[in-house]
Structure formats: structure tokens, C-alpha cells
């Protein structure tokens, strides 16, 4: 099956430090990755993805994905932590569904995150 | 442009009861799904439409029905609801041609 992990449930950084939340997959072909964030009380926003190309991928409010293919990894990271990204995270992978041409998100299960000022 | 919206935000049903969860989008989307957010779950796909008048099955779809009579409308209904429905509902809605899926405020359903 076509999945994602996030094997962290929460992640604590001080402001100003750099982030890391990761997200490992697993699909066969070519993944099609994702990040997504949900601020409290509020649908999910589209971060950034990754389809083809440079493995550093820039997203929206400053953060960056790197992949890695070897490692089957889609790490999220930002160079220095705000107390407003304090936040549910999630990855996501796209995976064929139901009839040819079909395809929907599998998400993970989500990492909190806490920024200490 | 309103985005996707969803009504009610808050909604307490006893057990038995029936329901219907609203969610418009005002993109012109083709693609509209809806979602439940457990906790340590991560979001689960329920249902899924590629346009109007087609409709299909996601992860969990016992126990919920959809129609798309329209591009912009994409009803969830609670036939019978059950405690084991008490979640956080998301309907979201994308292009076609997109990857980029946008997501409603959510409704928070608590079946007593």
C-alpha cells in the first residue's frame, strides 16, 4: 500500500532555532509529496509539493521540503522557528484511486508543532 | 472568491439520527471530497466526486451517503449516526488538473 509516515507526534523547537518535521513514504513509482499545515480551528492550507525535479522544494512562509529519494524521505524544514508556526502539520502522498486517471491524497497522521518562545 | 465553505461548524446529534453535512465551493472545482479527522489518525477519505453526477467511495464509507447534483455542492448525509461519528469533517475541493486540494473550515460533529 502507498502510504506515508510521520513518525514524530509532536516536535518542540525554540524560536529562532531550525525546524525539522519528517515524513517518510512509501509508493511504488514516482511519489508525488506534499505538505500540508492546519492552524488551530481551521481546514488544512497547501504548504508545498514535490513532482519532479530539484530535491529542495520551496514552499509558502518561508519553509522548504528536501527529498530524498535513498532515504524515502520528504522532510519539512525552516531556517529559523517563528512562535506562529506553531501548528499541525501534515505530509501527504498522491496515490491512484478507483477508476483509471483517478487519484486522491493519503495523509499521515500529523506532528505538532510547538514553538517556545 | 468565498472558497470552501461548510455548515454548520458545530453540530450535536443523539444516536439514530439523521443529518446533512453542507459544503459549497465557488472555484468551479471538478474535484470535491470529504474527509473525518480523528485524533492520532490523520485525515481519512469518505467519499470522493470527479464531477457533477459521479461520485465514488474513499476509505470509510459506511454509514455516509453523497450526491453531486452540481459542480458547486457536495452534501454528506448521516443516514443513522453513531458515536463512533463523532469527528472533525473537512470537505475539500481541487482543479482537475491540480495537485493543490482547498480545504473548508470543517464541521465538528458530536453524536451523544
Known amino acids: 500500500a502507498q502510504s506515508v509516515a510521520q513518525p514524530e507526534d509532536q516536535v518542540n523547537v525554540a524560536e529562532g532555532n531550525p525546524l525539522t518535521v519528517k515524513c517518510t513514504y512509501s509508493?511504488?513509482?514516482?511519489?508525488?509529496l506534499f505538505w500540508y499545515v492546519q492552524y488551530p480551528n481551521r481546514g488544512l492550507q497547501f504548504l508545498l509539493k514535490?513532482?519532479?525535479?530539484?530535491?529542495l522544494v520551496k514552499g509558502s512562509y518561508g519553509f522548504e521540503a528536501e527529498f530524498n529519494k535513498s532515504q524515502t524521505s520528504f522532510h519539512l524544514k525552516k531556517p529559523s522557528a517563528l512562535v506562529s508556526d506553531s501548528a499541525l502539520y501534515f505530509c501527504?502522498?498522491?496515490?491512484?484511486?478507483?477508476?483509471?486517471?483517478?487519484?486522491?491524497?493519503?495523509f499521515g497522521k500529523g506532528t505538532k508543532l510547538s514553538v517556545i518562545p | 472568491n468565498a472558497g470552501v465553505t461548510q455548515t454548520p461548524k458545530f453540530q450535536v446529534l443523539k444516536t439514530g439520527q439523521s443529518m446533512t453535512l453542507q459544503c459549497a465551493q465557488d472555484?468551479?472545482?471538478?474535484?470535491m471530497s470529504w474527509y473525518r479527522q480523528d485524533p492520532g489518525m490523520g485525515l481519512r477519505l469518505i467519499h470522493y466526486?470527479?464531477?457533477?453526477?459521479?461520485?465514488d467511495q474513499g476509505e470509510v464509507p459506511n454509514g455516509y451517503n453523497v450526491s453531486r447534483s452540481t459542480t458547486e455542492d457536495f452534501p454528506l448525509r448521516l443516514l443513522s449516526a453513531a458515536p463512533s461519528q463523532t469527528s472533525v469533517y473537512f470537505c475539500?475541493?481541487?482543479?482537475?488538473?491540480?495537485?493543490?486540494?482547498?480545504f473548508g473550515p470543517g464541521t465538528r460533529l458530536t453524536v451523544t
Open positions: 466526486s470527479v464531477g457533477a453526477g459521479i461520485t
Open positions: 472555484m468551479n472545482h471538478e474535484y
Open positions: 509508493v511504488s513509482g514516482n511519489p508525488y
Open positions: 514535490y513532482i519532479t525535479g530539484d530535491n
Open positions: 501527504a502522498v498522491r496515490v491512484p484511486y478507483s477508476g483509471a486517471g483517478s487519484y486522491q491524497l493519503t
Open positions: 475539500a475541493s481541487k482543479r482537475g488538473v491540480s495537485y493543490e486540494q482547498y
